[in-house]
């Protein structure tokens, strides 16, 4: 057996809620775990408030004596069902609280103990440093509650689930199996935590071989393998934090294009929208189609097949600031799209140049780009496509329309730690938690429903920029249904390419199989306790100045907050 993987130590903490309980036993007992090499020290949460302070003191003192070392992840053992609040339900049922004192008795029981197991957890977080070696074993010990309250624990961190096997039916075979409710409270952790979940199973065995239970957990988890596209693109990038694209100052590399070439349904539907467009132009003339930002070239290839299903001659000019990419786009129009001859349909002409500065010999009928980011306009989509006013005509198509940001406070405990893990000593310490992230979403609860934010119409692209505004403020309110922390915001986007044709990535109403964009996440400085019914009430600013964008966000309740990012300081997103 190896001791350094497969064995967890677990520590006794009986006396821990008693006020002159000795530290130095669960201090040994955590030494010889050390010594041992053991991976994993479980200890089981205390119910009381001195015994969870008690706890937490001791644990913290080892996370913070051994930060940037390696140490035994510390798993709190935390049973879903409050043995508490039954015990108390149970008394009131039998004497049905007649009297005072009955009710003093009871007031004073919940003041000793926190019987909620969420709130046991969220005490003993709240006391300690922040650490990623710290997380939950959580004990399926009885009924399960709503549905609610077993969706929050999607957005802590859930190491392990622990299973009595008095929890464990019997099937036809003679085999262990869990109850329906209990496979998909299983299923749901499992996908939450990207699979990275343990199982632990105790007590007596109550079946033929011990190794029954293992094999028919392992069987529950393979069925949580990803089958989506979506999925399957992001296996291994759940909850990673990626800066967003910044394509105005950066020269996108060839992998990057390739990996958003390969979305099964974002083409199609751009090439849906341009042929709907195109429908909708009277002329026997050619038709001037725009690409800018063309990248290597696939909303020119949308174009030249929405064309030719139309049997409709289209000139395509591809604009494109990054000279590399304007080699691979050059090389293409050679041995795809017919080069000086061009195709039955289509002529494609290659412009070397940033579609602000350029200036087109012709009015384009349809300006066609994928300028959108995460959260809609943060690639500066709108800076963009205003700079086209020059080479378009009062009726010009663009493609997109319009598109609108969302915005939904979350509690997620992993990436507010991923986002507390990239503090550096010469910046403010404040400074990972003012920028935006890109990240697949997984091990999170979703306080809110999201809500719109700001939107940008494309629909006069003739008039110059010094007409419009693209610095934008609103304020949302939001109203958990649950006690619950909120470590800040996920950002999502919904657009119109033409008419009823959309894409979108806010939760709830996802594009199906699209896979361009993962949400965006906007933390908070630090974590804000929230009760159930509280107003969350976020005031979001988009700003401009000659040389960049930038966000500002702040909250005025439950409690006010520092306004984060202010004047770009330490996430401003380049114009130039």
């Known amino acids: 057996l190896d001791w350094n993987k497969f064995v967890v130590g677990k520590v006794v903490t009986d006396d821990i809620d008693s006020e002159t309980f000795d530290a130095k036993r669960i201090e040994k007992q955590i030494g010889y775990a050390a010594h041992l090499g053991l991976p994993v020290i479980l200890f089981e949460s205390p119910v009381t408030h001195v015994g969870i302070t008690q706890l937490a003191r001791v644990i913290n003192s080892k996370v913070s004596a051994s930060v940037g070392m390696n140490m035994a992840q510390m798993w709190i053992q935390i049973a879903i069902s409050s043995p508490v609040e039954q015990a108390l339900s149970t008394r009131n049922d039998q004497i049905k609280l007649e009297d005072d004192k009955c009710t003093n008795d009871e007031g004073a029981l919940r003041e000793e103990f926190v019987s909620d197991p969420w709130q046991q957890w969220n005490m003993f977080r709240s006391l300690i440093n922040l650490d990623r070696r710290v997380g939950i074993a959580l004990e399926l010990n009885g ?73 028919y957990l392992e069987h529950i988890r393979a069925m949580q393998l990803p089958t989506d596209s979506v999925s399957r693109f992001a296996r291994g990038y759940e909850d990673y934090l990626q800066i967003p694209l910044q394509p105005l100052m950066d020269n996108l590399e060839s992998c990057t294009y390739e990996i958003f070439e390969k979305d099964p349904v974002k083409y199609k539907e751009y090439q849906n929208a341009i042929f709907e467009a195109m429908k909708t132009i009277e002329t026997e003339n050619e038709l001037i189609v725009m690409v800018v930002g063309a990248g290597r070239g696939p909303l020119v290839r949308a174009t030249l097949a929405a064309a030719e299903s139309l049997s409709r001659k289209v000139h395509i000019y591809a604009v494109e600031k990054n000279p590399y990419a304007i080699v691979t786009l050059k090389h293409i129009r050679e041995t795809d799209w017919g080069g000086n001859k061009g195709t039955p349909f289509g002529y494609v002409e290659v412009i070397d140049s940033d579609m602000r500065d350029w200036v087109c010999p012709r009015k384009a009928d349809i300006v066609v780009s994928e300028l959108l980011g995460s959260f809609g306009d943060n690639e500066l989509s709108p800076e963009c496509l205003d700079g086209v006013w020059k080479c378009v005509k009062k009726e010009t198509i663009s493609i997109p329309q319009s598109y609108t940001s969302y915005l939904a406070p979350i509690m997620s405990h992993k990436v507010y730690s991923e986002a507390s893990a990239l503090k550096e000593r010469e910046k403010p310490s404040y400074t990972p938690f003012e920028w935006s992230y890109v990240v697949h979403l997984k091990n999170c609860y979703l306080i809110d429903k999201p809500k719109p934010l700001f939107t940008f119409e494309h629909t006069e692209l003739h008039k110059p920029p010094s007409e419009k505004d693209n610095s934008r403020y609103l304020s949302l309110t939001f109203k958990p249904s649950l006690d619950c922390i909120c470590h800040g915001f996920a950002g999502y986007f919904e657009t119109t390419l033409f008419g009823n044709i959309k894409l979108g990535t806010v939760h709830g109403n996802h594009t199906p199989g699209m896979f361009s ?24 600013w988009r700003l401009i100045n000659k040389r960049a964008v930038w966000y500002e966000w702040c909250l005025t309740q439950p409690q006010p907050t520092a306004i984060h990012n202010p004047n770009g300081r330490s996430h401003p997103i380049g114009l130039l």
Not at 172 to 191: A, E, N, T
Not at 517 to 540: E, G, T
């Open 517 to 540: 964009w993962f949400p965006i996440y906007f933390p908070l400085h630090n974590p804000i306790n929230i009760q159930k019914n509280q107003n969350i009430k976020v005031h979001f």
């Open 143 to 215: 009924d399960l509650p709503d549905q609610e309250v077993l969706s929050r624990w999607g957005g802590e961190p859930v190491k392990c689930i622990v299973i009595p096997t008095s929890m464990f039916m019997t099937n036809r075979k003679g085999y262990p199996v869990l109850s329906r409710s209990y496979q998909q409270f299983i299923h749901f952790l499992v996908d939450k935590m990207a699979r990275d979940v343990q199982f632990i199973v105790k007590g007596l065995n109550k079946h033929s071989d011990i190794m029954h239970y293992a094999q």
